[in-house]
């Protein structure tokens, strides 16, 4: 069993636990919020989100070969077919290119989002389970690592042609592939952080010239939280934010000094995933469990705006897998029956109240 999954097992079980004793409590009441459409996907166990605007895409995970291609309403147009292990996907800021993580094969491919042809393939290295990805323009960023304790950072220096790799940024070593996470609106900026892990260390770094990687700061073992999910940044890249296993909040740093807590937005038991709206006006928290609403807006001060309960096959939301539309009018949520995939997953659409 993988770390991903033995990690659901783990909340599974004690989210059913939770649920013969009583339910964790919600926050107070917000706005009503429009029903959610669902779209059945085709595959079991995906791995990430990402909207384009016009076109949204989801990957199969470890044991797929497949990235499944819907229209902004989620209907399905097509699919991204022969990959080896699709996992984490990242855009361009422009949204013309997708990155995506081919964990099975060592490799990070790209494609165009308008032809959904392959423009790129970056050979990573057997072993090296490639998993999580940021952009910061010049640079692509990925996590990778198979065993304990070899997960590190490495970056695709797109400004050279050929394309260069570098392995080995990081200034200490993660027990898995790092989380990564990037800011629209400022290439300066890395956050990372453990998965999993209890406690999950997040570390903020700047890049400087050539791509090198010097810490800005960290959190602590006080103030990180527990069994690490999702991580972001605000656009400006002078916020960070969590989802972590516990406490029940998903949390925000500043950049500056992260071993400080700044805002936190309640949600249920078992945050899991966490985005930012492109215009920083909104976050987007998501949890793993069945008697809880699955995701929560907030404004940036913490108030809640509404919440969803994901409709639909009783299923939980993937880690990790949020992503607010460019626009901010939608958010797209992808779902799982946990770690026993033998229902087809789902993507939800979630209609977002204007401010």
């Known amino acids: 069993?993988?770390?991903?999954?033995?990690?659901?097992?783990?909340?599974?079980?004690?989210a059913l636990l939770a649920g013969l004793t009583?339910?964790?409590?919600?926050?107070?009441?917000?706005?009503?919020?429009?029903?959610?459409?669902?779209?059945?996907?085709?595959?079991?166990d995906p791995f990430d989100v990402v909207s384009t605007g016009d076109r949204v895409f989801v990957s199969g995970g470890r044991e797929s070969t497949q990235i499944a291609v819907t229209d902004a309403a989620g209907t399905i147009t097509g699919t991204i077919d022969g990959l080896e292990g699709p996992t984490k996907l990242q855009l361009s800021n422009d949204r013309r290119t997708l990155y995506v993580t081919l964990r099975t094969a060592g490799e990070i491919a790209a494609f165009d989002t308008g032809s959904l042809l392959?423009?790129?393939?970056?050979?990573?290295?057997?072993?090296?389970?490639?998993?999580?990805?940021a952009f910061t323009g010049r640079y692509v960023w990925f996590g990778y690592g198979c065993g304990g304790w070899e997960g590190n950072i490495g970056r695709i220096d797109l400004g050279r042609q050929p394309a260069v790799i570098t392995k080995g940024l990081a200034d200490t070593s993660f027990y898995t592939p790092p989380l990564l996470a990037s800011a629209l609106r400022n290439?300066?900026?890395?956050l990372a952080g453990d998965e999993g892990q209890s406690p999950s260390g997040h570390i903020a770094y700047s890049i400087g010239a050539g791509g090198a990687l010097t810490r800005i700061s960290a959190t602590s073992s006080e103030n990180?939280?527990?069994n690490g999910q999702d991580l972001a940044l605000d656009p400006a890249g002078v916020t960070a934010?969590?989802?972590?296993?516990?406490?029940?909040?998903?949390?925000?740093?500043?950049?500056?000094?992260?071993?400080?807590?700044?805002?936190?937005?309640?949600t249920g038991a078992y945050p899991s995933a966490v985005d930012i709206s492109r215009d920083g006006t909104r976050v987007a928290g998501g949890i793993f469990?069945?008697?809880?609403?699955?995701?929560?807006?907030?404004n940036p001060d913490g108030t809640l705006v509404t919440r969803f309960e994901l409709g639909g096959t009783d299923h939980t939301l993937v880690p990790g897998a949020l992503s607010w539309s460019p626009n901010g009018r939608r958010l797209y949520a992808v779902s799982n029956d946990g770690y026993l995939h033998t229902t087809p997953a789902q993507l939800h659409v979630l209609p977002i109240p204007s401010a």
């Open 1 to 14: 069993m993988s770390v991903r999954h033995s990690k659901k097992f783990i909340l599974l079980t004690t």
């Open 22 to 44: 009583g339910a964790a409590a919600l926050p107070g009441v917000a706005l009503a919020a429009a029903a959610p459409t669902v779209t059945t996907l085709p595959f079991s």
């Open 118 to 133: 392959r423009s790129a393939t970056y050979d990573i290295g057997d072993g090296t389970c490639p998993s999580s990805l």
């Open 187 to 190: 290439t300066k900026v890395l």
């Open 224 to 226: 990180s939280g527990g």
């Open 241 to 266: 934010f969590s989802a972590n296993g516990a406490p029940y909040q998903v949390r925000s740093f500043p950049v500056a000094d992260m071993s400080k807590t700044a805002t936190l937005y309640d």
């Open 289 to 298: 469990a069945w008697y809880d609403p699955d995701v929560y807006i907030f």
